[in-house]
């Protein structure tokens, strides 16, 4: 899956066009992320419920103007449509996710974030275990879409299609894990982190001369961070089983980001520019 930060470094078919287009999304996706979550959801509890609706309604909403935009301004970069699908069955199991959430929050009228379990008055057991089937399905495309896009002919949009699905993917999981299934609300640092890190290095590609080592060490944390959530709606799971994966997850990101962090400084590239076009599915 790579990083949650998305890499365009290498792939060199995108037009300037669509750089800026992106650059220009990127800014708008993660300010709206941002806002949403330091100021809605874990200071004002009252509007969580509205806020993971504004966040299900802007998800797609948002990936369909970056497709569309990638179409316009860089057609011979999309593919095969194929692998963009598998990728995009993320999005469709986030937003669901987010809409249910919001649903929880009406029916129930309360958003302490205190629940041991999804309410019984929302989903029956069967109806949790489905919803578990359904995230597992969801992040098992995360590692055949790559495959399919290599077997199909790697396009550079791919790796910017991949990362920003991951990235929404990650945050609704987030979300639903506060609000639905008790965890404390550290757990939102896990899918707003790629989002307040862009303001900080205002890159969105790998650092320059990474050494292998980072690159898989970054892609066994993305992959672990995703686990962890999706194993998070597992029905039998305790809440202190729970808290403690995620914990340990996100301590494991803080040390990817870390790392990401002080190879853009030593590089000098703290505050670096979008580079010229993505880079195709590296996972």
């Known amino acids: ?19 800026r287009a992106y650059r220009l999304w990127v800014r708008a996706q993660c300010s709206f992320v941002a806002v949403a979550l330091l100021t809605a959801l874990p200071f004002v509890p009252v509007l969580s419920s509205w806020t ?8 797609p909403a948002a990936m369909a103007v970056l497709f569309v935009v990638a179409v316009r301004t860089a057609p011979a970069t ?3 449509p194929v692998p963009h699908i598998l990728t995009g069955l993320r999005l469709v199991s986030a937003t669901g996710l987010l809409v249910l959430t919001w649903r929880i929050g009406i029916e129930t009228g309360r958003w302490d974030g205190g629940f041991d379990e999804l309410p019984h008055m929302v989903l029956s057991d069967a109806q949790q275990w489905w ?17 399919v896009a290599r077997y199909l002919g790697p396009k550079g949009f791919g ?6 699905n991951d990235s929404y993917y990650a945050l609704a999981l987030s979300v639903a894990a506060w609000l639905t299934r008790g965890v404390p609300a550290f757990v939102l640092a896990i899918g707003a982190m790629r989002y307040l890190y862009f303001f900080v290095v205002r890159a969105v590609g790998d650092p320059p001369d990474y050494p292998p080592a980072f690159k898989l060490f970054s892609r066994t944390v993305t992959a672990t961070l995703i686990t962890v959530l999706v194993a998070v709606f597992f029905p039998p799971l305790g809440l202190m089983a729970r808290t403690i994966a995620v914990a340990v997850a996100l301590a494991l990101q803080l040390v990817a980001f870390g790392w990401d962090f002080a190879l853009q400084l030593r590089a000098g590239n703290v505050r670096l520019r979008l580079a010229r076009g993505p880079r195709g599915y590296d996972s």
């Open 1 to 19: 899956m790579g990083k949650i930060v998305p890499s365009v470094d290498d792939a060199r078919a995108a037009s300037d066009s669509f750089d």
């Open 52 to 59: 993971a609706l504004a966040l299900a309604l802007w998800g």
């Open 78 to 80: 999309i593919g095969n």
């Open 131 to 147: 919803l578990f089937a359904v995230l597992v399905v969801a992040a098992i495309t995360d590692f055949i879409d790559g495959k």
């Open 159 to 164: 790796s910017v299609w991949d990362m920003e």
